[in-house]
């Protein structure tokens, strides 16, 4: 059996997590403003920004099943994984509002109406914000059961990601299948979940009964 961490190193692991998480986005953003991204700079960092708000999202829906599965228990872990997708996803929004459309509201509300992809991805990202306000210990006490039925909003958002993620690359490659089948898979997990864990606690009983 492995060790239990003290709450000390708990803590010290999460904000470990939230500070190798970030790393990518600091170092793409150092290259960028050195002139190292190529022609189009901010394109690539606002393409760059938007596979990490999935990846973070393909590891946050992966905590669940790991854990049914006995695979490992990165319970304590989710939290961070799930401000670091909504982290990737602001910053990703920023890039395009500020750097892209130079915070010309008029030309993102055309963007919105006339282009799908984007239309999903705004979506996306409103569900996510009340997820990441939310995503505190206060919270948790004060909606109570509520916190869980609200939280359940990352399904839809991931699946509106997968369409953006999707829709926005012209030319889908094997790195894009994997992430969409990746989402796709952990999405229809939780459509089968109930079962997974009935055959575990039937599992569990029978075990306890042979001893």
């Known amino acids: 059996m492995a060790a239990k961490l003290s709450p000390r190193a708990q803590s010290s692991l999460i904000w470990g997590l939230y500070v190798v998480g970030l790393l990518p986005a600091a ?18 960092f606002e393409r760059f920004l938007g596979l990490w708000t999935i990846r973070f999202l393909i590891l946050t829906l992966a905590v669940t099943p790991l854990r049914d599965l006995d695979l490992f228990n990165g319970l304590r872990y ?6 670091l997708a909504f982290y990737y996803a602001a910053m990703h929004l920023t890039t395009y509002w500020v750097l892209d459309q130079a915070l010309d509201l008029s030309a ?6 006339k282009r799908p992809f984007i239309t999903f991805g705004m979506m996306a990202f409103t569900l996510l914000v009340p997820l990441a306000v939310t995503s505190n210990a206060a919270s948790i006490r004060r909606l109570g059961s509520r916190w869980s039925t609200l939280h359940k909003l990352i399904y839809p958002a991931a699946a509106l990601g997968a369409l953006h993620y999707s829709m926005a690359t012209k030319v889908l490659g094997v790195e894009q299948y994997i992430h969409i089948g990746l989402l796709v898979l952990l999405l229809a997990y939780r459509l089968v979940r109930p079962r997974v864990m009935e055959a575990k606690k039937a599992r569990r009983k029978m075990a306890a009964v042979q001893r």
């Open 27 to 44: 170092w793409t953003f150092w290259l960028g403003a050195s002139g190292e991204l190529g022609a189009d700079p901010v394109k690539t």
């Open 108 to 113: 993102v509300w055309a963007d919105i109406v």
């Open 78 to 83: 989710r939290r961070a994984l799930g401000l």
